[in-house]
């Protein structure tokens, strides 16, 4: 076989190129400090590398939302908190209003303060978070979530969804409460009937809220008082239970005074003071009613009572059923912010979790990936050494020439 100078000479240069290739892949090592710098480095390692660079990119994420979400929540809590110190003001000021004592002045100015106290309710009720978005629309965010206009009432233009973020791989959390499970989702009466007074009632009879005996039973019943005098003076009261179709309950002339208990179909209430003669009151299941009409209800029996007396009764009345729906909301925004505190708390715990996933997943990127120093300085210098004994031979090989022994 015959081998040209030419043909001697490449094969040196390809060994040259060849160390000085491997040479660079080495030096690109040690400079970045990484095993792979390329796919064709390891094909399976740099398949399990772009998988734990996703989850480290997943977690990441994660944890920004863990961030955000505690943000909104705390915000709400917040928000709540101020709403509970505004029922509790409230049920203070129906307490002490409701007492005879009181001029219509002072009435008026508690009531005032009520009314105020309300504005302060609905303004709670549509507070935003750190990027304007409202926290109680549900998940329309970008919907103010309460209305009010005189003759319709509160109107709630939000929804009654939730908006969820993820914050595990399979875990995800409430960013906040609908208007309506904070606010109107509220039930009137005891939770279970409501009691209402007749307007046209002439009596001095105030009823209490009462509560169910066994559940109450459903349905819709009115009381009818009927009062006698008898010639020497005394008075002898009595009433009537019938349902909304007008059958009888509780028969005619069933003996009564005052304090004594009233029960039928679960119900079990009493009144105090004397009803007139066809003085009634409406029991029906509770229906859900919205704060603010709790306290607007109240404000309006505040302002319709003058130092005569007139008015008494049915401020009475109101302030009774204002103060169970106060409790029966008051319970309410508790539950609530028992949610929020749950979530918070959920945060925390998946916050550590993340941690420690995002920690393991860099440890075992680490050894996927990061170099070993020791081993590629060595290595390193064993190319170095290949390189420079390439580069020697091709000198030699250079040299050689037929002339030299002609």
């Known amino acids: 076989m015959r081998i040209s100078t030419h043909q001697a000479q490449q094969v040196a240069i390809d060994a040259m190129i060849d160390q000085q290739k491997k040479l660079s892949t080495v030096q690109e090592q040690v400079a970045t400090g990484r095993r792979i710098t390329r796919p064709s480095d390891d094909p399976v390692a740099a398949a399990r590398v772009v998988n734990l660079r996703d989850a480290l990119a997943g977690t990441k994420q994660q944890q920004e939302n863990i961030n955000a979400a505690r943000t909104r929540l705390t915000m709400e809590e917040s928000v709540l908190k101020s709403v509970t110190s505004v029922i509790q003001r409230v049920r203070e000021l129906t307490v002490q209003a409701n007492n005879d004592s009181l001029t219509a002045e002072d009435r008026g100015f508690v009531a005032d303060e009520i009314g105020q106290l309300n504005d302060e309710l609905f303004n709670l009720a549509n507070s935003t978070d750190s990027s304007g978005g409202f926290l109680f629309s549900g998940s329309k965010t970008k919907y103010r979530p309460f209305n009010h206009s005189v003759g319709s009432g509160y109107d709630y233009h939000g929804d009654d969804g939730q908006r969820f973020i993820l914050i ?9 409460d609908s208007g309506s499970k904070v606010f109107r989702d509220i039930k009137d009466g005891n939770g279970e009937f409501a009691i209402f007074d007749s307007p046209s009632n002439r009596g001095s009879a105030v009823i209490s809220p009462g509560n169910s005996v066994d559940g109450f039973k459903g349905g819709r019943y009115t009381i009818v008082f009927a009062k006698k005098v008898k010639p020497d003076g005394s008075k002898e009261f009595s009433y009537k239970v019938t349902d909304e179709k007008g059958q009888i309950i509780v028969p005619a002339g069933t003996p009564y005074k005052s304090g004594d208990a009233i029960a039928f179909k679960g119900v079990n209430t009493f009144i105090k003071g004397e009803p007139e ?12 009613q919205d704060l603010f009409t709790t306290i607007d209800r109240l404000v309006s029996a505040l302002k319709g009572t003058d130092d005569k007396g007139k008015g008494f009764t ?6 009774a059923r204002a103060l169970v729906g106060l409790d029966q909301g ?3 925004i508790l539950d609530v912010r028992a949610t929020v505190g749950a979530r918070l708390n959920a ?9 420690s996933y995002k920690l393991q997943i860099k440890q075992t990127l680490s050894k996927v990936e990061d170099l070993d120093y020791s081993k590629a300085v060595s290595d390193l210098n064993l190319k170095l050494t290949g390189l420079k004994a390439s580069q020697k031979a091709f000198t030699r090989v250079q040299g050689i020439s037929l002339f030299n022994y002609l």
Not at 314 to 319: D, K, T, V
């Open 330 to 332: 008051l319970n309410n």
């Open 168 to 176: 595990g791989p399979e875990r995800q959390i409430a960013t906040g």
């Open 314 to 319: 049915g401020l009475h009345n109101e302030a």
């Open 347 to 355: 945060l925390d715990g998946q916050e550590d979790i993340n941690g």
């Open 277 to 288: 003669n066809g003085d009634s009151f409406v029991v029906r299941p509770s229906e859900n």
